[in-house]
């Protein structure tokens, strides 16, 4: 009789551990689920997550503005990977909770009121310089994909989202980025 009992409190417990983990339904392409100060892309599939990341909003030529989100993963004293997202645009334009999406050769920055911008995905290997690269979406052949779910764009301000792409390097070798998602605050 004890036999059948734990039997069948072990078959319970195991049709409940079961249920609760197969109906459970994260969305893992929602930014809200990240702390903020982080960066989480797949690169060809591997997760590229940062120690911190930040946005950081500068004048630049007096009517220019750039807005870069930046996260960096130390992967050893001497070898940094960076993975930015680059806005550029003239000061009487705003940045807002849209999606912007770019091409190799886009020319939106030369058109009154336009936002360009791209992905570069750089890593600085000090001791081994030919272990080091940088992708980037505005070489031939890349392209970015970048939504804002939240934006106070101001310094002081915050910005969550989603990003994709394809990053080219100087040999032509690229790099898909997916599943991209950030949640920042803005310097």
Known sequence: ????????????????????????????????????????????GETFESIAAVGTITVTLDTLQTFIISGLKNEGLTNITEMGLIFLHHTDETMTEKTYQFSDGDGSCFQPLGVCGGIDYTNANIFNPSESFNYESASLGGSATMTFTTLDYQTGGSAKGTFSGTLVDGNGNSVALTEGKFNVLVD
Do not use: E, H, R, Y
Not at 11 to 40: E, M, Y
């Open 1 to 44: 009789m004890k036999a059948q009992i734990f039997k069948f409190s072990l078959l319970a417990l195991v049709t409940i551990l079961f249920l609760s983990t197969s109906c459970n339904k994260d969305n893992d392409d929602s930014p809200d689920d990240l702390d903020v100060g982080t960066l989480v892309v797949k690169v060809d």
